[in-house]
């Protein structure tokens, strides 16, 4: 059974993606929030949208029937938890001939995987699939998530802090 999980999850991916389709871009990111595991079409959302919320990965390609569209899903879909653990939200574009807000704004040809940090900015580019892994590496050294890092290992009753002299 092991062996079908990610098999499972990418199941998972595709079959959400096309619940969400009819959904407006405000609800994207409450949809996002109730199931960050899940892939979503970028519909008429907005890159700045997302910003200091979540890291966008936009897949693009020109059909479902892609073969390294459906080996980036199947790579998304073996990390799924740790990705979504880094505020990730997977946006999918298979439709050219639509013009959305984002394939107009980023200007894929064909494939394309562009992970953009939480600050708006791309941080990869890439006309080639990335493994889950390369993608949590990307994520790990953008400078929001090492700050996130930082925050997450300090004691939040102020202890070790020290005071600052009164003048």
């Known amino acids: 059974?092991?062996?079908?999980?990610p098999l499972l999850?990418?199941?998972?991916l595709f079959?959400?993606?096309?619940?969400?389709?009819?959904?407006?871009?405000p609800d994207l990111l409450m949809r996002w929030a109730e199931e960050?595991?899940?892939a979503y079409p970028v519909g008429e959302a907005e890159l700045d949208e997302f910003e200091f919320v979540a890291r966008p990965i936009v897949v693009f390609a020109?059909?479902?029937?892609?073969p390294q569209f459906q080996?980036?899903?199947?790579?998304?879909?073996?990390r799924i938890d740790e990705l979504a653990a880094r505020d990730v939200i997977v946006l999918i574009d298979t439709d050219p001939e639509?013009?959305?807000p984002i394939r107009r704004s980023l200007r894929p040809r064909g494939f394309a995987v562009i992970l953009i940090g939480k600050d708006g900015r791309i941080a990869q580019r890439k006309p080639a699939p990335f493994t889950g892994r390369e993608l949590i590496?990307?994520?790990?050294?953008?400078?929001?998530r090492q700050q996130e890092i930082r925050d997450a290992n300090r004691p939040l009753d102020g202890a070790g802090a020290q005071a600052l002299p009164l003048r």
């Open 71 to 78: 080996r980036q899903m199947g790579f998304l879909a073996e």
């Open 98 to 100: 639509a013009r959305s």
């Open 62 to 66: 020109d059909g479902t029937t892609d």
């Open 9 to 12: 999850a990418l199941m998972a």
């Open 36 to 38: 960050p595991r899940a």
């Open 137 to 144: 590496h990307a994520i790990d050294k953008l400078p929001l």
């Open 15 to 25: 079959w959400a993606a096309p619940l969400v389709a009819a959904q407006e871009a």
């Open 1 to 5: 059974m092991k062996q079908f999980r």
